[in-house]
C-alpha cells in the first residue's frame, strides 16, 4: 500500500507543478508499464519492429508532455498510460500502411 500512496501522491505532486515528482514517479511505475506494453505487443504480429521498450518510451514521452491531465490517482495514471499505448500502436500501424 505504501507503494500505491507515494505513487499517487507523486502523480498529484506533478500536476501540481512539481517537476522533481515526475522524476522520482518513474522508477516506481517504469515496471507496470512495461508489463503493460508486453502484454499488448504479444498481441501484435510476430516480427513487429516496435519493441516494449520503444513503447514505453513513446508514452513516457507522451504522458510528460501531457501536463493538462488531472492526476487522481494510480489506477487514472495506468488507464491513461494504457490507452497513450494503444494509440502508439494504431499511430504504428497508420504510419507503416
Known amino acids: ?49 516496435l519493441q516494449a521498450t520503444a513503447l514505453v518510451n513513446e508514452v513516457y514521452l507522451r504522458l510528460i508532455d501531457s501536463r493538462h491531465v488531472q492526476w487522481r490517482d494510480r489506477a487514472h495514471f495506468f488507464a491513461v498510460s494504457a490507452q497513450l499505448m494503444r494509440r502508439v500502436l494504431v499511430d504504428f500501424f497508420r504510419s507503416r500502411r
Open 1 to 49: 500500500m505504501p507503494r500505491t500512496r507515494n505513487v499517487t501522491e507523486l502523480l498529484l505532486a506533478w500536476r501540481g507543478g512539481d517537476d522533481d515528482a515526475l522524476e522520482k514517479l518513474t522508477p516506481l511505475v517504469y515496471d507496470e508499464l512495461k508489463r503493460i506494453a508486453r502484454r499488448y505487443m504479444a498481441h501484435e504480429r510476430p516480427g513487429h519492429t
